[in-house]
């Protein structure tokens, strides 16, 4: 019989790779948590759940890598990565898919995330405005 | 009763194999020895910071041993860039609380000459999986914040490159600085793009570095001392995940570790004659001199360009070229500003000496933040 992990960064992306849009809540004060922790840093509460998350959020910054931070990422070089909106407390740090153009980027727009493939790892992903 | 800075003490910053962090410690602590007018056997009190490069279960131990020295007090901390500025902090609570009675604060590192195998990794440490998955850059961090600062304000990469400038202007007068060519706005904006809209000429320089301060309570110092008048401390978060006020306002714990400092000194930024300010990044000079209420947000971009930090304008600032040109490591900040406010920068002193300076280190990604008000005797 499989264990189930009980580290929730595991759990996620375990959800991830199965195409699963989510990310943890807690069961207590309902809060958004993001990088997720055993603990809910809000109420201090130790149960918590993924939740699937609507695929449209607020963009609210961005950048474009022009050097590799390892020798795994050179081949897609340059690529942007932006922040989004997951919650009162919480920003979740994306790819944006290479197809949609940097310029057509603005502060506080709706975007929408996908799971996708990011050097092998199935993880959120900005496919477009 | 306050805590005082007797004397600094730098070492030579050259990478050669076999130069070691604690080789610089040791040199920069006998510097500020030297400088200090004390005996080393005086020192009963040693804080360190940590070394990326070199395993030690306690540096302070390594460099007390190095020293001879067997100190009532001793602490190694990581408080990451902020620790230059923390061991300050630290050493003036020992001799105030009665720990020591005389400390010595150093920070040194052989980034170049250690040449770490994974030194990718050790910064890494300070990202988390969910960030480092996307392929992040430290300076995409500071990126990010940087691209919303320019959305949210209207400021322009020009802004931003004017910070670099003006550094490098300052590091031409040094002669220890490492980059002593002046650059224009143009320079920095046509070097490699690093991560947008941060270019190459905007991010920190990785040296060796090694700097000390000796600290003691303010009724044991005498003429030539520098009183620490205010210090504060603040943080506010480990991942930039967790602090959407850095997107939306731009303040940053930076504003509250100021203002600390300020009420400890019982002055404000109009007093101010010199500031240091920790300079990994251009945008986090523009963030935190709006935190220190040196300008209105959004314009400290135009403050710089119209000369706010220059040698001969109002608030000279990083008068030794900063980590943008100088050196590496925050603790050449507190140090620049002690030799300024004692007379003794040689190349660069400024014609006036500083009567009151603020120094500030900022650590991770613009979480931990630590500032010091200094006063001329």
């Known amino acids: 019989m499989a264990t189930e992990p009980l580290d929730p960064s595991a759990q996620l992306w375990q959800a991830w790779a199965s195409g699963r849009l989510c990310l943890q809540a807690c069961r207590a004060c309902g809060e958004i948590q993001h990088p997720p922790g055993q603990v809910c840093s809000h109420c201090h509460a130790t149960d918590w759940d993924l939740v699937d998350i609507n695929p449209v959020v607020t963009l609210v910054s961005w950048s474009t890598v022009h050097r590799a931070p390892a020798p795994h990422f050179a081949d897609a070089l340059p690529y942007t990565i932006v922040l989004v909106s997951v919650g009162p407390r919480a920003l979740l740090e994306a790819r944006l898919d290479s197809r949609v153009p940097v310029e057509s980027l603005v502060s506080g727009m709706p975007v929408r995330l996908a799971i996708d493939d990011v050097v092998g790892r199935a993880m959120p992903t900005v496919v477009a405005p | ?377």
């Open chain 2, 1 to 377: 009763m306050r805590a005082a800075i007797l004397g600094a003490g730098e070492s030579d910053r050259t990478p050669r194999p076999g130069r070691t962090a604690v080789d610089m410690a040791v040199e920069s602590s006998l510097a500020a020895v030297a400088d200090a007018g004390i005996e080393l056997a005086q020192v009963d009190g040693v804080v360190t910071g940590y070394s990326l490069t070199e395993r030690h279960l306690d540096f302070s131990a390594s460099l007390s041993e190095a020293l001879g020295l067997q100190p009532h007090w001793s602490q190694t901390i990581s408080r990451s860039g902020a620790t230059g500025a923390s061991v300050v902090v630290d050493a003036a609570l020992a001799v105030l609380g009665g720990a020591c009675t005389t400390a010595l604060a150093v920070w040194a590192d052989n980034r170049v000459s250690g040449e770490p195998e994974d030194m990718t990794g050790a910064l890494a440490a300070s990202l988390n999986a969910f960030e480092l998955a996307t392929g992040p850059l430290i300076t995409t961090q500071y990126a990010l914040i940087a691209q919303a600062y320019l959305n949210r304000t209207g400021a322009t990469g020009e802004d931003l490159a004017s910070v670099a400038v003006q550094f490098r202007k300052h590091a031409s007068f040094n002669e220890h600085a490492k980059y002593r060519s002046p650059i224009s706005i143009d320079d920095v904006l046509e070097s490699p793009m690093a991560s947008s809209p941060l270019h190459r000429l905007e991010c920190a320089l990785v040296t060796d570095y090694g700097g000390a301060v000796v600290v003691t309570r303010s009724d044991r110092a005498g003429d030539g001392a520098v009183d620490l008048l205010g210090f504060g401390e603040a943080l506010s978060h480990s991942s930039i995940l967790r602090n959407p006020d850095l997107f939306t306002t731009g303040r940053t714990a930076a504003a509250i570790s100021s203002r600390l400092a300020y009420d400890m000194a019982g002055i404000g930024p109009a007093d101010l004659q010199m500031a240091q300010i920790y300079d990994c990044f251009t945008i986090t000079v523009l963030l935190l001199m709006e935190d220190f209420g040196l300008c209105a947000r959004g314009e400290a971009g135009s403050a710089v360009r119209a000369g706010l930090l220059d040698r001969q304008g109002p608030l000279p600032s990083n008068t030794h070229g900063g980590l943008l040109s100088c050196g590496s490591g925050g603790i050449l900040h507190v140090t620049e500003a002690v030799n300024q406010m004692r007379g003794t920068a040689g190349s660069h002193q400024l014609p006036r000496r500083p009567q009151t300076a603020l120094v500030h280190g900022n650590g991770g990604v613009l979480g931990a933040q630590t500032t010091l008000i200094l006063g001329g005797r």
